[in-house]
């Protein structure tokens, strides 16, 4: 039988880290965390499809898990919060708070994630056939919220740019910034004029905190020079509306050979959105 288009599996990817935070990567396309704390078990994003979502979920809960489990979107893009009716909604398996930005919570239920579902069917024809689109049940704003977990604080931190309800959160016990998408390796996705300045902003503000570990959900590093590298790259962007892909690379220190063709795109996106922000000058 001739495989899927898609990836299908999850599996746990270690970090050789501090084994509180583990990471669960779907292929090429995605990585989640969880994070283990003596209080609570929280999961940060749940994939694209709610069978990935439920393959997350049975490799990390354990038996006495169930009364003591958090979910966490970091943005309502598919592949972070797509499989959210596992643990939320009548026919939740493993129910518990999903905690989401306001706009999350709108994007998941509007229009928008609707027409972005149409799309994706299209693209990936089958995938989505059990999807119910499922909003976070716990709804925070700008300000974030600092999770207590006894040994371990989370704090969501409003993080801009790629998306606008975008949390990145904060350990700082480690020192670890979990981000999202806010931070990539080589380069975020931004495309408005506004999104380069709201990303850059992001990444200062992560910076501040002076991490340790850098953890971005695309881009497989923990280097904490990931968020100069992308400062540096939206910078670039910024002056040179028309920046050849070949000087990115070299600004992310990879080679145009080593680029995924999504990051092809990424970059095209962004010098439209420079483009659009110069001439409004």
Known sequence: MEAPPYPTEVAEAPLGLDPRIRRFRCDDEVDTFVVVTERWLVIVDTHST???????????????????????????????????????GPEARYPAPVIGHALCFERLGGGDAVTSRAKMEKEQSGRFDDLVLTPPNIIVGDEGLTIDGGDLTLT???????????????IPELRIVLAGDAA??????????????Q???????????????VLPCHGDTTEPALLDRNIAYLDAV????????????????????????????FHADALAASASLSHGR
């Open 156 to 170: 969501l931190v409003h993080t801009p740019g790629h998306t606008e309800d975008h949390f990145s959160i904060w």
């Open 199 to 213: 990303a850059r902003a992001s990444l200062v503000r992560l910076q501040e905190l002076d991490p340790l570990r």
């Open 184 to 197: 990539e390796q080589p380069w975020p996705h931004v495309d408005t004029p506004e999104g380069i300045a």
């Open 50 to 88: 709610p069978g990935l979502a439920l393959q997350l979920a049975e490799q990390c809960i354990g038996p006495g898990d169930a009364g003591r489990l958090l979910v966490i979107n970091t943005h309502a893009d598919y592949d972070h919060a797509w499989g959210n009716q596992i643990f939320s």
């Open 238 to 265: 910024a002056t040179d509306p028309a920046l050849p892909i070949e000087d990115a690379a070299r600004i992310a220190g990879v080679t145009v050979t080593d680029l995924d063709p999504i990051y092809h795109e």
